[in-house]
Nanobody, 126 residues
Framework: QVRLVESGGGLVQAGGSLRLSCVAS????????MGWFRQAPGKEREFVAA????????EYSDSVKGRFTISRDNAKNTVYLQMNNLKPEDTAVYYC???????????????????WGQGTQVTVSS
């Protein structure tokens, strides 16, 4: 079973940048998509970004479009989330997860993902 570990979170001022990484414990030959989600205090977990295996499809929530970029390096078993122009409302614990299905397209629904990582805290000060 694949295990995911997020890293790269931290404290940053508004307008700053962070790059999150999510490393899988082992490779898989199945073309699984990957997603990033976040959960702020007192709020439900929300979709942030997702990418298919070939990196040919990328989806973002409206709140992060133009600011965040998802990418992956399959040779390194790693997916990234480059976060630019961070805002205080981006403050949350960020999680990565693997799509349950080896699909070409990507899903924005959290219940379609599995193998959630432990999360990494992102805090953006104003």
């Amino acid at each position: 079973q694949v295990r995911l570990v997020e890293s790269g979170g931290g404290l940053v001022q508004a307008g700053g940048s962070l790059r999150l990484s999510c490393v899988a414990s082992r490779r898989t030959f199945s073309p699984y998509g990957m997603g990033w989600f976040r959960q702020a205090p007192g709020k439900e977990r929300e979709f942030v970004a997702a990418i298919n295996w070939a990196s040919s499809i990328k989806e973002y929530s409206d709140s992060v479009k133009g600011r965040f970029t998802i990418s992956r390096d399959n040779a390194k078993n790693t997916v990234y989330l480059q976060m630019n122009n961070l805002k205080p409302e981006d403050t949350a614990v960020y999680y990565c997860a693997k799509d349950r299905e080896a699909r070409h397209a990507v899903s924005k629904a959290g219940n379609q993902y599995e193998n959630w990582g432990q999360g990494t805290q992102v805090t953006v000060s104003s």
